[in-house]
């Protein structure tokens, strides 16, 4: 019960079922660089407040950096008891780190944790959508300069209609 974040009342474990049911980590996975941005930047302030020693915040920072290299690589290890990113990465952290891993949960909670990676991660997939947006952009009009001299038949309700140039 112990690898459960909720476990210490329980006194028999839990069913494969219902960890199978309520795991997030198969999907959540994706929020792993964002939770280890977070994570970085949370460690940062305990530290500007004097709760982290620059030693122990530079000790985190570089532990999540390793943490993150091994997930981008695939050789990190994911366990369905231990249900999502968040408590994967918080357990490697503590694992290297011992209980200097342990203060970086100072002052958050679990569903900071969330609002944070989920937000770093729309704002991430909005800037690829908005890049790509502009790519498709440039190319409607690297395409509409190549053809401005060329003539199309144009359709108004399924009838046909006047012409028009292909670059409008």
Not at 42 to 65: F, K, N, P, Q, W
Not at 73 to 83: K, Q, S
Request: with cysteine.
């Amino acid at each position: 019960m112990a690898d459960k974040a909720w476990g210490g009342r329980f006194s028999e474990a839990t069913d494969k079922r219902v960890e199978q049911f309520t795991e997030s980590i198969s999907f959540d996975a994706r929020l792993a660089p964002f939770d280890i941005q977070g994570s970085k930047a949370h460690a940062t302030m305990l530290s500007e407040v004097g709760l982290l020693t620059d030693e122990e915040r530079e000790l985190i920072c570089r532990t999540l950096d390793e943490i993150g290299q091994e997930i981008a690589a695939g050789r990190f290890e994911y366990r369905i008891e231990l249900e999502d990113i968040h408590m994967h990465i918080e357990r490697e952290l503590t694992n290297r780190t011992g209980d200097v891993g342990r203060k970086l949960h100072t002052g958050r909670s679990r569903n900071d944790q969330v609002a944070t990676d989920v937000k770093l991660f729309l704002r991430h997939a909005i800037e690829t959508i908005t890049d790509r947006l502009r790519d498709l952009q440039a190319a409607f009009v690297a395409r509409c300069e190549q053809d401005q001299d060329v003539v199309l038949p144009a359709f108004t309700h399924l009838q046909r209609a006047q012409p028009v140039m292909a670059s409008h």
